[in-house]
């Protein structure tokens, strides 16, 4: 009895043993379960999250600008005379008007309140025949022009202090070239037409005279230079003079660049004349230019940002933007590179942005527009009053916006305008740049020039990554996959221990070492070796073709000593001696062949240039980089296959090949297709290999020879320099968006093609 209750004792523990095994048992696997999904759900929720982050940023680029009308008054007093410029400082609180008259008032923005009044130094009894404002327009010099042959140069500027922690603007006028005016003509003829570039150094006016009894009108050129003595402190102003040899008549305006080289003449009857300025003592004319369309007049002229091209404005409505293109001469010519439809009236008032390529337009009725040159974009359009409008000021940021009209009443105008450089033609198509011979594809986002124009396009980055992508496809994929397959089905299993651990090994090594080594060993050794290399290419696999033909001759006593699946182990020292021998006729061949060097003779022969960190070095290193990735993939996928389909195959005659051909490949080729897609994605969002071995110039040219840029290297270079939220910073994650959507869709095409594979094969 006793015997048998223990016996139930031990069974009643045994099984309670079990039941808290199974538990235990049952637990961890809720455990893995739950922690499997939950992986795989912050995997998900990372990606998405990422995903709306770059959204986030992007979103801004395409949100369309504003402008609103903040307030309207009168204009300030003393508002006698005719206004002849508005200007405004950066801050948008003061504001200057210049009127005929030589009156400058500065004014308060917001309330049209009279800061300062003063008047220019004018002999009396002169009159003001002329007005124009220098180049650039920032520095805010303007000239006035005399009846008396005479100008005077008058520079407005803005004080910043703080009382009391307010800021206090404080404006002034300063005369530049002393507060005497300056004499230009002799004879005293008045001044009808007048421009001036000044600058610290040296200041050049041009001025068109009236006629008079003694003499007709000319144009006159005028330049004032400082001359420093080396041994005293004192300055010597020295004078050079000139005339144009051109007849006065019907010019209408004149504008000087701001590196004081290039001079345009505006006529009446629509024609542009270019004279180059670089000798001040000897003008040349380089071209007359018909810029107006057929019976059309010239209404407004404004240089763009830069001073590198002229916005004419016509009485049909029409700007169009004139710009100097180089030939293949390298002989430069007035050209129009884009034209804007603004308006069907006359258009009076051009005002170009001093940051940007960008500038605002008035039409007759009264219509403002806002246009960005480079993206060639409409981007606002208003009606800015009922009155027609007399003179207009956009402020040095772009963001406010002063219009007076013919009624005495001043209109303020906010502007929201943060990224107008960008479109989908500025990114995507080819755009037509200043001193550009012809629309391209450019990347080059900054510059060491403050009016530098931005190029934004993405083309180039994407044929970079792609081309990159390719050419390291190109190399990695027949070794990987035909080293996988060797590996898996036809080599000795011990053999196979020793093979696959170091290639799975080799993806272990930092791509910012593959990328040292390409960019500084690789690349000068190809570009020594070239004949050598291309010689390896062709000679290796004509021997290992060679050896395979004799290894069938070999005796067979010793062929039966080489077991089965490691003869492979043979070709080793036969490939490395092909290899030497390659590189060591290579200098005799480029003598023989391509007199002593074949990167030359590719240039002068077949005009196919050669930089030293190109595709193919990229193709190398990105290919040695992506071999292990695929050929671990491709060849656990081959393995992977069942033994009865191959034994089957065998049994029924099927040769060694055959089956490998249409059976294994067949089933494995999901797993193989994964392992390409997978390489495919590790290439195309390579960052240290493209980065250190390419030479990063963002060109579209397939050929092997040239380098190129690649969306995450051009992120990786590129972001720790750019100004948070400025459109550089914010087109750079839109480029990380283009890369992240290209690796999602073309991803999951491939997890469909992949899953389509398997349920093809499934049944084999």
């Known amino acids: ?69 903040i307030s309207q008054y009168d204009v300030p007093e ?42 220019v130094n004018i002999p ?95 144009i006159r050129l005028t330049h004032f230079e400082k001359e420093s003595s080396l041994f005293a402190e004192e300055t010597a102003l020295k004078r050079s003079d000139a005339f144009l040899d051109m007849p006065s008549a019907g010019v209408e305006a004149l504008f000087i660049d701001r590196n004081k080289t290039s001079l345009y003449l505006v006529g ?53 933007q004139w710009s100097m293109v180089r030939d293949k001469l390298n002989r430069s010519a007035l050209q129009k590179i884009r034209s804007f439809k603004v308006s069907d009236k006359a258009v009076v008032a051009i005002q170009s942005e001093q940051r940007r390529k960008g500038f605002v337009t008035i039409d007759a009725d009264g219509v403002m527009g806002i246009y960005s040159s480079t ?45 107008p450089e960008v479109s989908l033609k500025s990114l995507w198509q080819q755009v037509w740049y200043e001193s550009y011979p012809k629309p391209d594809y450019i990347w080059q986002s900054s510059s060491a020039s403050s009016d530098f124009e931005p190029k934004y396009s993405l083309t180039p980055l994407v044929f970079g990554t792609l081309k990159a992508a390719f050419y390291s496809m190109l190399v990695a994929m027949p070794l990987a996959l035909m080293g996988a397959i060797y590996t898996a089905y036809f080599m000795a299993p011990r053999m196979r221990q020793y093979v696959k651990p170091t290639i799975e090994l080799m993806g272990a090594l930092p791509t910012v070492i593959l990328g040292f080594l390409a960019g500084l060993w690789l690349a000068p050794f190809v570009e020594e070796n070239m004949a050598g290399l291309f010689l390896l290419i062709l000679i290796v696999p004509c021997a290992v073709m060679i050896f395979a033909f004799l290894w069938q001759f070999l005796p067979k006593p010793i062929h039966e000593k080489i077991p089965d699946g490691w003869d492979a182990a043979f070709l080793i020292p036969v490939i490395l001696f ?103 994605g590790r290439a195309v969002g390579e960052t240290m290999i493209v980065l250190m071995a390419t030479g990063n110039t963002p060109v579209m040219d397939m050929s092997i020879f040239q380098g190129l840029r690649t969306l995450a290297a051009n992120i990786a270079v590129e972001m720790p320099e750019s100004e948070v939220d400025s459109t550089h910073y914010r087109v750079l994650f839109l480029a990380a968006l283009v890369l992240f959507t290209f690796t999602f869709v073309f991803n999951t095409l491939a997890e469909v093609i992949r899953q389509r594979l398997r349920e093809k094969y499934s049944s084999l």
């Open 375 to 419: 993206a060639e974009r409409e981007l606002v359009k208003k009606s800015v009053g009922d009155s027609f409008p007399v003179a207009a000021a956009l402020s040095p940021r772009a963001n406010a916006l002063l219009v007076q009209l013919e009624n005495g009443k001043i209109n303020v105008w906010n502007v929201k305008n943060e990224y």
């Open 78 to 119: 003393p508002a006698s005379g005719k206004t002849v410029l508005l200007d405004m400082e950066e801050q948008n609180k003061v504001a200057a008007r210049f009127t005929d008259k030589g009156q400058i008032i500065f004014f308060d923005v917001a309330t049209g309140k009279t800061l300062l009044s003063q008047k």
């Open 268 to 320: 009446s009857d629509g024609r542009l004349s270019v004279f180059d300025i670089s000798d001040k003592t000897n003008p040349v004319l380089k071209q007359h230019q018909n810029v107006a369309e057929s019976g059309q007049k010239i209404t407004r002229v404004a240089f763009l940002n830069g001073d590198l091209s002229l916005l004419i404005g016509e009485s049909n409505g029409l700007v169009s």
């Open 124 to 218: 009396a009894g002169i009159q003001i025949t002329s007005f124009s404002q220098a180049s650039p327009i920032s520095e805010g010099t303007v000239v006035y022009g005399l009846s008396n042959g005479r100008a005077v140069i008058v520079k407005h500027q803005y004080k910043v202090t703080y009382v009391n922690n307010v800021r206090v603007i404080t404006p002034s006028l300063f005369y530049p070239s002393g507060d005497q005016p300056l004499i230009l003509d002799d004879t005293g003829a008045a001044l009808e037409k007048i421009a001036v570039t000044a600058g610290d150094n040296a200041t050049t006016i041009v001025a068109k005279t009236a006629d008079t009894a003694q003499s007709p009108g000319k």
């Open 578 to 680: 092909t290899g030497w021998l390659a590189f060591q006729i290579s200098a005799p061949l480029e003598m023989l062949l391509f007199h002593g060097s074949m990167r030359d003779w590719m240039k002068t022969e077949l005009n196919i240039g050669y930089d030293q960190r190109n595709a193919l070095i990229v193709g190398i290193a990105m290919g040695f980089a992506v071999i292990p990735t695929m050929f671990s993939i491709a060849e656990d996928a081959i393995f992977s296959v069942p033994k009865h389909l191959t034994v089957g195959s065998l049994a029924l005659g099927a040769t060694t090949w055959q089956t490998m051909t249409k059976v294994v490949l067949l089933t494995a080729s999901p797993g193989i297709f994964s392992a390409v897609m997978i390489g495919l």
């Open 1 to 69: 009895m006793s015997e048998l209750n223990t016996q139930k004792k031990k069974s009643s523990i045994a099984k309670s043993d079990r039941d808290i095994h199974e538990r235990w048992r049952l637990l961890k696997d809720s455990i893995a379960r739950y922690g499997v999904i939950l992986g795989g759900l912050s995997v998900i929720i990372a990606v998405v999250l990422i995903f709306f982050y770059l959204l986030y940023v992007v979103f801004p680029l395409f949100l369309p600008a504003s402008a609103n009308s």
